[in-house]
């Protein structure tokens, strides 16, 4: 390299304008405050954003409070602006020499979610940080996706057994908070191994299948599940349901079950494909848990086994 093009590139690298046409090439949203928490710059990107998303400012992002802002929506409720405006303040008080929080930020039309990240700046012996938030929607979903995936059943698209117990505990917690009753039913293929050698392993799966199509119409609330609870059992849950009414849907589901007319000739109970049903509803309490409601709908269903099968014990 000659002297005078190192000379050019270095006036060229401390050019502003320079500088700033790097800072708008960036697709991340970038915005610098001071100690006070006073917006000083933002780069295209976070002018960008904000008219796309009715935020533009009239008279320009400088000097607008951002530390407030996220205040004022803490304040509101909202629980990622809160640990925005904590670790934050932990940069600029010399805490934490960076900070980090993946959050939420959906629109009407998308989810999406950003990554903030805060780290200090000094320049002529003065403090700045520089905040940048970064798109990381695509990798979130490809995240929540595989979520999903690991809670379903692979054969029957359902809910698998540790989806379900995870959502047990969260319903047992949240009907013990409201003082409600919450119920759960064991439905169990009477004499499936016999179907299963009569027509063979790829129509047992099937039948599986069948079964559990008809199931997701009986878990329609935020409160219900229903879930690939073994190999030919199945389980629902029914929060906020009395037995009267949790006896009535089980009886529906029985009739459904019957007009599916799924062929089972070897069983000893009928031609067609019939369940057995344990049923249990409590209302949680300090005194109980909900190991004990799964126990008290595992019992009905032995129960129900034991009195013949294809019937209701609850």
Not at 41 to 46: A, D, M, Q
Not at 95 to 107: G, M, N, R, T, V
Not at 125 to 134: D, L, M, Q
């Amino acid at each position: 390299m000659s002297q005078s093009s190192g000379a050019k590139d270095i006036a060229l690298n401390d050019s502003y304008d320079f500088l700033k046409l790097v800072l708008d090439s960036i697709t991340e949203h970038i915005v610098v405050i001071d100690e006070l928490g006073d917006i000083q710059y933002v780069n295209k990107s976070w002018i960008d954003f904000g008219y796309e998303n009715s935020c533009a400012m009239t008279n320009g992002w400088h000097h607008v409070k951002y530390l407030a802002e996220c205040d004022k929506a803490a304040a509101a409720g909202d629980g990622f602006a809160k640990k925005a405006a904590i670790g934050i303040r932990k940069v600029i008080a010399g805490h934490d020499a960076i900070f980090y929080l993946e959050y939420p930020c959906h629109s009407p039309n998308e989810k999406r979610w950003f990554m903030m990240r805060v780290t200090p700046l000094v320049l002529a012996a003065k403090k700045y940080f520089v905040i940048s938030h970064h798109n990381i929607t695509e990798r979130r979903l490809a995240e929540d996706q595989v979520k999903k995936i690991a809670r379903l059943d692979g054969l029957t698209n359902i809910s698998n057994r540790r989806s379900f117990n995870e959502f047990i505990a969260r319903e047992w917690r949240r009907c013990k908070r409201l003082n409600k009753s919450i119920c759960m039913a064991i439905i169990d293929i009477d004499h499936f191994k016999l179907l299963n050698d009569s027509y063979g392993h790829q129509v047992g799966d099937r039948c599986l299948k069948r079964l559990a199509s008809l199931l997701k119409k009986y878990a329609k609330r935020p409160g219900d599940i229903c879930a690939r609870y073994g190999g030919e059992e199945f389980a629902i849950v029914w929060g906020d349901t009395s037995l009267d009414e949790s006896i009535l849907l089980a009886k529906d589901l029985m009739n459904n079950i019957a007009r599916l007319k799924i062929p089972n000739t070897k069983s000893p109970i009928s031609n067609y494909l019939t369940v057995s049903l344990g049923l249990s509803v409590a209302m949680p309490t300090k005194e109980n848990s909900v190991k004990t409601l799964i126990a008290q709908a595992d019992h009905m269903l032995y129960q129900a086994k034991a009195n013949g099968r294809n019937r209701i014990e609850s």
